[in-house]
Protein backbone atom coordinates (compact mmCIF):
# COMPACT_ATOMS: atom_id res chain seq x y z
CA UNK A 1 0.00 0.00 0.00
CA UNK A 2 1.37 3.47 -0.81
CA UNK A 3 0.04 6.42 0.84
CA UNK A 4 1.11 10.24 -0.53
CA UNK A 5 0.78 13.29 2.04
CA UNK A 6 1.45 16.46 0.45
CA UNK A 7 2.26 19.76 1.72
CA UNK A 8 3.69 23.07 1.41
CA UNK A 9 0.66 24.64 0.28
CA UNK A 10 -0.72 28.12 1.17
CA UNK A 11 -2.09 31.35 0.35
CA UNK A 12 0.54 33.82 -1.68
CA UNK A 13 0.74 36.84 -3.93
CA UNK A 14 1.14 36.83 -7.62
CA UNK A 15 4.64 36.64 -8.68
CA UNK A 16 5.53 34.40 -5.70
CA UNK A 17 6.62 31.07 -5.14
CA UNK A 18 6.05 28.19 -2.90
CA UNK A 19 7.55 24.82 -2.48
CA UNK A 20 5.28 21.77 -2.78
CA UNK A 21 6.62 18.28 -0.55
CA UNK A 22 5.03 14.38 -1.13
CA UNK A 23 5.68 12.30 1.51
CA UNK A 24 5.53 8.90 0.63
CA UNK A 25 5.66 5.65 2.20
CA UNK A 26 7.29 2.32 1.31
CA UNK A 27 10.75 0.88 0.93
CA UNK A 28 10.47 1.11 -2.78
CA UNK A 29 9.65 4.96 -3.42
CA UNK A 30 12.93 5.45 -5.81
CA UNK A 31 11.52 2.94 -8.12
CA UNK A 32 8.37 4.54 -8.64
CA UNK A 33 7.50 7.62 -11.33
CA UNK A 34 5.76 10.69 -9.86
CA UNK A 35 3.35 13.56 -10.71
CA UNK A 36 1.60 16.34 -9.72
CA UNK A 37 -1.74 17.23 -10.88
CA UNK A 38 -4.36 20.52 -10.20
CA UNK A 39 -7.92 20.99 -10.09
CA UNK A 40 -9.85 24.30 -9.35
CA UNK A 41 -13.15 24.45 -8.55
CA UNK A 42 -15.21 22.70 -11.02
CA UNK A 43 -12.58 21.88 -13.14
CA UNK A 44 -11.02 18.74 -14.07
CA UNK A 45 -7.75 17.23 -12.63
CA UNK A 46 -5.15 18.77 -14.72
CA UNK A 47 -1.48 17.50 -15.70
CA UNK A 48 1.27 19.95 -14.24
CA UNK A 49 4.78 17.96 -14.07
CA UNK A 50 5.53 14.54 -13.84
CA UNK A 51 9.69 12.51 -13.18
CA UNK A 52 10.69 9.73 -13.43
CA UNK A 53 12.16 7.05 -10.66
CA UNK A 54 15.70 7.86 -11.51
CA UNK A 55 15.19 11.14 -11.68
CA UNK A 56 16.19 11.78 -14.96
CA UNK A 57 13.11 11.82 -17.24
CA UNK A 58 10.90 14.96 -16.51
CA UNK A 59 7.72 16.29 -18.28
CA UNK A 60 5.80 19.74 -17.95
CA UNK A 61 2.55 21.05 -18.87
CA UNK A 62 2.63 24.00 -21.54
CA UNK A 63 1.10 25.94 -19.07
CA UNK A 64 3.87 25.73 -16.22
CA UNK A 65 7.04 25.35 -18.12
CA UNK A 66 9.46 27.89 -17.00
CA UNK A 67 7.75 28.44 -13.97
CA UNK A 68 7.87 24.87 -12.05
CA UNK A 69 10.41 22.60 -11.30
CA UNK A 70 9.81 18.74 -10.49
CA UNK A 71 12.62 17.15 -8.14
CA UNK A 72 13.04 14.25 -6.06
CA UNK A 73 15.09 13.15 -3.13
CA UNK A 74 14.54 9.29 -2.98
CA UNK A 75 16.75 8.95 0.39
CA UNK A 76 13.87 11.06 1.81
CA UNK A 77 10.94 9.41 0.16
CA UNK A 78 9.90 12.98 -1.21
CA UNK A 79 9.29 14.58 -4.44
CA UNK A 80 8.95 18.01 -4.69
CA UNK A 81 7.47 21.01 -7.10
CA UNK A 82 8.98 24.40 -6.48
CA UNK A 83 6.69 27.02 -8.09
CA UNK A 84 7.72 30.03 -9.22
CA UNK A 85 5.90 33.39 -10.59
CA UNK A 86 2.88 32.52 -9.64
CA UNK A 87 -0.53 33.59 -11.58
CA UNK A 88 -3.90 33.38 -10.41
CA UNK A 89 -5.07 30.85 -12.60
CA UNK A 90 -2.75 28.68 -11.25
CA UNK A 91 -5.15 28.63 -7.86
CA UNK A 92 -5.76 25.01 -7.45
CA UNK A 93 -5.46 22.08 -4.75
CA UNK A 94 -2.51 20.04 -6.19
CA UNK A 95 -2.24 16.58 -5.45
CA UNK A 96 0.50 14.05 -5.95
CA UNK A 97 0.11 10.99 -7.47
CA UNK A 98 2.27 7.50 -8.21
CA UNK A 99 2.91 7.33 -12.21
CA UNK A 100 3.89 8.73 -15.23
CA UNK A 101 3.17 11.10 -17.58
CA UNK A 102 0.06 13.58 -18.38
CA UNK A 103 -3.55 11.47 -18.34
CA UNK A 104 -4.79 10.36 -14.85
CA UNK A 105 -5.76 7.11 -15.84
CA UNK A 106 -1.92 6.67 -15.78
CA UNK A 107 -1.61 6.74 -11.66
CA UNK A 108 -2.86 4.91 -9.42
CA UNK A 109 -2.23 6.22 -6.09
CA UNK A 110 -3.07 9.96 -4.92
CA UNK A 111 -2.35 11.92 -1.98
CA UNK A 112 -5.23 13.90 -0.17
CA UNK A 113 -3.72 17.03 -1.62
CA UNK A 114 -2.88 20.78 -0.95
CA UNK A 115 -4.33 24.08 -1.50
CA UNK A 116 -2.82 26.44 -3.51
CA UNK A 117 -4.34 30.40 -3.83
CA UNK A 118 -2.23 33.16 -5.55
CA UNK A 119 -3.80 36.34 -4.77
CA UNK A 120 -3.80 39.15 -7.60
Known amino acids: QVQLVESGGGLVQAGGSLRLSCAASGRTFSSYDMGWFRQAPGKERDFVAS????????FYADSVKGRFTISRDNAKNTVYLQMNDLKPEDTAVYYCGRGFGPQTYSYDHWGQGTQVTVSS
Open 51 to 58: INWSGDRT
